[in-house]
Nanobody, 124 residues
Framework: QGRLVESGGDSVQAGGSLRLSCDTS????????MGWLRQPRGGEREGIAR???????KYIDSVKGRFTVSRDTAKAILYLQMNDLEPADTGMYYC??????????????????WGEGTQVFVSS
């Protein structure tokens, strides 16, 4: 199935911005529906953003209006633009795939494959 490779994680102050990238060029399975997961230290991994191939997006409430998921199909890169970052955004971020054949319209809980992650730390 290949790999998903995340990058762009960093340490920033609250109110700052980061853009995460996910290189999907090595991922050879179905990838019509992709997104991002986040796992705080000691916490559960959860879906925070989703982009389906028809352009539909979903976000958890805590990131709505601050985070934007997008995709450059030509470059095979998935992005997560994160603005107005808060300390609660600290965690490991994973690029993820919902590989189901009829994935469109799925939820943030339906990602089943992800990369190794990139770390984001937001200081107050």
């Amino acid at each position: 199935q290949g790999r998903l490779v995340e990058s762009g994680g960093d340490s920033v102050q609250a109110g700052g911005s980061l853009r995460l990238s996910c290189d999907t060029s090595g991922y050879t399975y179905r990838s019509d529906c992709m997104g991002w997961l986040r796992q705080p230290r000691g916490g559960e991994r959860e879906g925070i953003a989703r982009l389906d191939s028809d352009g539909t997006t979903k976000y958890i409430d805590s990131v709505k209006g601050r985070f934007t998921v997008s995709r450059d199909t030509a470059k095979a890169i998935l992005y997560l633009q994160m603005n107005d970052l808060e300390p609660a955004d600290t965690g490991m971020y994973y690029c993820a795939v919902d590989p189901r054949r009829n994935c469109k319209g799925g939820s943030l809980d339906q990602f089943s494959q992800w990369g190794e992650g990139t770390q984001v730390f937001v200081s107050s």
